[in-house]
């Protein structure tokens, strides 16, 4: 039974450029949420796709937008990068309706410098 | 609104000795309550999570929760840590389809 894959695992930009993060739910999954951990911090919640529409955001700017794709994947985009937006980029997945208990990826680490 | 708190960033411990970490939440309704493991370099593993019933909850690794709904607290307990224990450990709240709502992690240390 596969669980969440993401790829790259790490990524390394400079501030100004744009980054696409990807993601894959676990088998059978069919709702894709993506949270950010800035260093020594708890993850943060970006927003949850299902249905391949953004069904809940978090207070994140609109520099970060999503994608989910017929399959279930989704992709994470952020553009004009801040050095603030180094951190790890988790992505869980669930399944509808009762999408209760969250599986987690195991991250990807974007540096911007 | 939800929230949780972990009122220890750090616990240090030596191999083979019990352990709890606290987290107490706050919440105006019925919430899910979660415990995570991190690994250095790693993503989140599901340790436990309490849902409904009883309010004991076993989960992975022979660690445990108890769900006290007066006191707004879900700690979790190890009865004997191993070094492999040594990992940050997130507790995270959510309503029905909501988003986790994380601490902000504590720190477990096991010293031989």
């Known amino acids: 039974d596969a669980g969440v894959t993401q790829s790259p695992t790490h990524l390394i930009k400079t501030r100004g450029q744009q980054v696409t993060l990807r993601c894959s739910p676990k088998?059978?999954?069919?709702?894709v949420s993506w949270y950010q951990q800035a260093l020594g911090q708890g993850p943060q919640f970006i927003f949850q796709?299902?249905?391949?529409?953004?069904?809940q955001r978090g207070n994140f700017p609109d520099r970060f937008s999503g994608h989910q794709f017929p399959n279930y994947s989704s992709e994470l985009n952020v553009n004009a990068l801040l050095l603030g937006d180094s951190a790890l980029y988790l992505c869980?997945?669930?399944?509808?309706?009762?999408?209760?208990?969250?599986?987690f990826g195991p991250g990807t680490r974007l540096t911007v410098l | 609104a939800q929230s949780v708190t972990q009122l220890d960033s750090q616990v240090p411990v030596f191999e083979e000795a019990p352990v709890e970490l606290r987290c107490n939440y706050s919440?105006?309704?019925?919430?899910?309550l979660f415990w995570y493991v991190q690994y250095p370099n790693q993503g989140l593993q599901l340790l436990l999570k309490?849902?409904?019933?009883?309010?004991l909850v076993k989960g992975i690794n022979g660690f445990e929760a108890e769900f006290n709904k007066s006191q707004t607290s879900f700690h979790l307990r190890k009865p004997s840590v191993h070094i492999s224990d040594t990992a940050e450990y997130f507790c995270?709240?959510?309503?029905?389809?909501?988003?986790?709502?994380f601490g902000t992690g504590t720190r477990l240390q096991v010293f031989p």
């Open positions: 309490y849902l409904s019933g009883s309010t």
């Open positions: 995270a709240v959510k309503r029905n389809t909501d988003k986790l709502i």
């Open positions: 088998s059978g999954h069919d709702t």
């Open positions: 869980a997945s669930t399944l509808a309706p009762l999408p209760v208990t969250q599986y």
């Open positions: 919440s105006s309704v019925s919430v899910y």
């Open positions: 796709y299902y249905e391949e529409e953004e069904r």
